[in-house]
């Protein structure tokens, strides 16, 4: 049997996600809740339908080996996740397709492949697992470029070294995630680190990106694990100094990780691992009422400010319940999670439910003994949390078919503005809705929590205009950048800037560091080849 493979234009792999059945069974559902006809779904587009404008810039021939210009690979990195490009690809779209795709094998061909971009004035984008939904991977370039290249860097995808004295590893950039925990089972190790895209996306484009992970509390973001990291620039290879921590000077490796491929190429990192849990104690708690949700989130304040640092604290609104099947729509729910290789954790989830009943939540009693298998987060509630948040990208390749438009947005804020920001936010982006597309609903959860402040996660699902789909997301996104961003969040917590985020970021960014990281650029990235319109203009 061959090997199923990548979808060229949706999420995962080719024929995986909703089938016929289950697509008419979603349309007759939406058409309830929100009153009106939902059209039959679009076909997925084929490879034959596909017109991809020529190549416009072919490698020296001691690198035509390493790049191809295959028709499946040039429209599989056109684009990354997001609706629009999801509803693109549905359109049969590639117009933007690169003009080849780069494979480097070893460090040395990937600084030969910058060389020649350099020399062609090609663009050069580096590209992970293609997973993002913020317009990162795509050659949206303005004008005087000769061509695009899209560097995957998958075939560097090794774990190198690994130190079980210091729990650390060197691991290559170009790793996807379950091939890099395959590689450090063996050792007892893991590096926990489980955003969404997991099972799709790779180390390099976690650090780039600054990927927000599996832990909802402490660990929240790739770089609380990066210890040293290597990165090929057109001016010379960076390597910074593997070490615990350091005071000295600005950090290097806090420079590349979040520069989202316009300062240098990720090629390998040190990263502090940990031993693989085997205890495990999880919870889904129950806020009733019209206060609920906001009665969920002075708990998971209480949680955050406890110094008990669950792995999970993921606080969903009565919409989000219903929708991911966590909920029936009338409550608020709470999912707490503990974890550990090293101790029980009922003393842990003791005091977190004796914080969630002083916030008027409901604790069923089977959820407070610590679990040695790992199922223990797979149940009830809290199982079908985990279950909807893995297949959501699958759904929303489905949803964009039958033109419904869905988006997320994600931010950050203190916890003394929560209340009126969450509110704003709400008001403002409910009203687009109904504006935009006469019917829909926004809808909220907690994906990770801090002393100071939440990270709220919201998502737009609202009947579509077929054939107008993509003009709808992009008021809809807009209102959704204004409300946030004009309310003081942060425009991304852990989605990136990308292109797509461009406004907002340039709003929140102070004006001497956009001086100082272009001056940055200028210096690693003379020619400026290297994502150009990401971040900064080139």
Not at 127 to 138: A, K, L, M
Not at 209 to 217: I, L, Q
Not at 504 to 511: F, K, V
């Amino acid at each position: 049997m061959s090997e199923a493979r990548r979808s060229f234009w949706g999420w995962g792999l080719e024929g995986a996600g909703p089938g016929d059945a289950a697509l008419a069974g979603i349309a007759r559902t939406l058409a309830q809740r929100f009153g009106r006809e939902i059209p039959a779904p679009l076909a997925p587009p084929t490879l034959a339908e596909i017109e991809l404008p020529a190549p416009r810039i072919a490698p020296p021939g001691s690198l035509a080996h390493a790049c191809s210009d295959d028709p499946y690979q040039r429209a599989g990195h056109t684009y990354g996740k997001a609706f629009r490009d999801v509803v693109r690809g549905l359109r049969r779209d590639f117009a933007a397709a690169p003009d080849r795709v780069a494979f480097p094998r070893d460090e040395a061909e990937l600084v030969s492949i910058l060389d020649w971009c350099a020399d062609a004035r090609a663009a050069a984008i580096p590209y992970g697992g293609g997973s993002s939904v913020v317009g990162g991977v795509e050659a949206r370039l303005p004008a005087g470029y000769a061509g695009a290249v899209s560097l995957d860097l998958s075939k560097l995808d090794r774990v190198l070294e690994i130190d079980r004295t210091s729990r650390a590893a060197r691991i290559q950039a170009g790793v996807f995630g379950p091939a890099l925990e395959d590689q450090l089972r063996p050792h007892g190790l893991t590096l926990r680190h489980f955003p969404q895209s997991f099972e799709f996306s790779t180390l390099g484009g976690w650090i780039a990106t600054r990927s927000g992970g599996h832990y909802a509390t402490l660990y929240t973001h790739i770089e609380d694990f990066v210890e040293g990291l290597r990165a090929v620039t057109p001016s010379g290879v960076i390597e910074t100094r593997r070490l615990p921590g350091s005071g000295a000077g600005p950090s290097p490796d806090r420079l590349l990780a979040g520069s989202e491929g316009i300062l240098g190429v990720i090629s390998e990192a040190w990263m502090r691992l940990q031993d693989r849990p085997t205890r495990r104690a999880s919870a889904s708690l129950a806020f009733e009422g019209d206060d609920g949700f906001l009665r969920g989130a002075g708990c998971v304040r209480a949680l955050s400010q406890a110094g008990l640092f669950p792995a999970n604290c993921r606080l969903l609104d009565p919409t989000e319940a219903q929708t991911s099947g966590a909920g029936d729509g009338s409550h608020a729910v709470l999912i707490v999670g503990f974890e550990s290789a090293d101790h029980d954790l009922d003393a842990w989830m003791a005091r977190a439910a004796e914080l969630c009943r002083d916030h008027g939540g409901h604790v069923p009693d089977a959820a407070l003994k610590t679990r040695r298998d790992a199922e223990a987060s797979r149940e009830g509630a809290a199982g079908a949390w985990r279950k909807a948040f893995l297949q959501a990208p699958y759904l929303r390749d489905a949803l964009a078919r039958l033109s419904v438009v869905t988006e997320t947005f994600e931010t950050a804020i203190p916890w003394d503005r929560f209340e009126d920001f969450h509110g704003h936010v709400m008001g403002a982006v409910g009203d687009a809705v109904k504006r935009v597309c006469g019917a829909g609903q926004v809808a909220c959860r907690f994906t990770h929590a801090y002393p100071d402040g939440p990270a709220p996660y919201y998502s737009i699902l609202a009947p579509g205009r077929r054939g107008g789909e993509l003009e709808q997301w992009d008021e809809l996104k807009a209102a959704a950048m204004e409300a946030v961003v004009g309310a003081g969040g942060t425009i991304t917590h852990h989605h990136a800037v990308g292109r797509d985020h461009r406004p907002g970021y340039d709003r929140q960014r102070p004006e001497p560091f956009a001086r100082a990281l272009k001056a940055t650029k200028r210096e690693l990235d003379p020619a400026g080849v290297l994502n150009p319109g990401v971040l900064i203009d080139p």
